[in-house]
């Protein structure tokens, strides 16, 4: 059983903990990861389907706004979409996900049957949740600097619906009063989750050839293929991301018990 801290830990010993937790749950989530990763590529899907080796498109640069915005319009419509309904269904795995790694560290296991209820329970919260997260981050993204913000204060109000029942607008200022004062130190998590996917990612696609540079001419298939790459990193890696979260959500509130 995993013995949870009981005072609030450095960053260090909550990203080795988490690691040591995902560890003895791997393979009770990665069951889980692996239907995450694979509805992820469902929009990959959806962006090629249909296009042939005969048509190409010209990887833009991300610092050419323009280019960038006219490259994507070629996948609005289906694209988007798909994109939606699948982020909606891509919640129910992850809140049995993380109801399964709340259940272990308390020592107890709930049967497949109640792990289904209950995040069928949940699964309209934490939709609702979602969509106002996405809203609120995009009104702050039309003057750039809050939309970060906020995007980084609020990211654990679907933590605040699964693991503490909490409805959408208590569990976006709940999340927002957990990191605010830690904001930077959460940044720092996510950077670190960040840097950490980019460089396995880029080291992979260089050795299978998998590459997508601005400026390269890539086909559907290069798009299919670099998709399918995400989803293995995605399956393989995503248990240490959650387990990690799941340890940094709780030291944030034991941080504010004992503020």
């Known amino acids: 059983m995993f013995e949870l801290p009981s005072l ?3 960053m260090g010993e909550i990203v080795i903990q988490g690691l040591r937790l995902a560890r003895l749950l791997y393979r009770r989530l990665l069951n889980l990861t692996t239907i995450i990763a694979f509805l992820g590529l469902v929009p990959t899907v959806a962006q090629v389907w249909g296009k042939g080796d005969e048509v190409s498109f010209d990887m833009p640069s ?3 706004w323009n280019a960038f915005s006219d490259w994507f319009r070629q996948f609005y419509g289906s694209y988007g979409i798909t994109l939606l309904i699948i982020g909606a269904l891509t919640l129910f ?3 049995v996900l993380l ?9 107890t296991k709930e049967t497949r049957g109640e792990e289904m209820r209950q995040a069928l329970r949940l699964w309209p919260w934490a939709l609702l949740t979602a969509a106002m997260y996405l809203l609120v981050v995009a009104l702050g993204l039309v003057v750039l600097v809050p939309g970060v913000i906020l995007g980084i204060s609020l990211m ?4 605040a619906v699964v693991l503490d029942g909490s409805r959408p ?3 976006l200022n709940a ?3 957990l990191v605010w004062g830690h904001w930077w130190r959460t940044l720092g998590l996510v950077f670190l989750f960040y840097v950490a996917f980019a460089l396995l990612g880029m080291l992979l696609s260089s050795v299978f050839g998998l590459g997508l540079d601005a400026g390269q001419t890539v086909h559907a298939r290069d798009l299919f293929k670099a998709a399918v790459l995400d989803m293995v990193l ?5 248990p240490f991301v959650f387990c990690i979260q799941f340890l940094y959500y709780r030291d944030l509130k034991l941080r504010k018990q004992t503020a």
């Open 8 to 10: 609030p830990q450095e």
């Open 62 to 64: 991300f610092t050419d």
């Open 93 to 95: 795995p992850q809140i």
């Open 99 to 107: 109801r399964r790694i709340a259940a272990a560290v308390r020592g």
């Open 156 to 159: 654990f109000s679907f933590y």
């Open 169 to 171: 607008l208590p569990a």
């Open 175 to 177: 999340s927002h009063n």
């Open 234 to 238: 995605v399956a393989f890696l995503s």
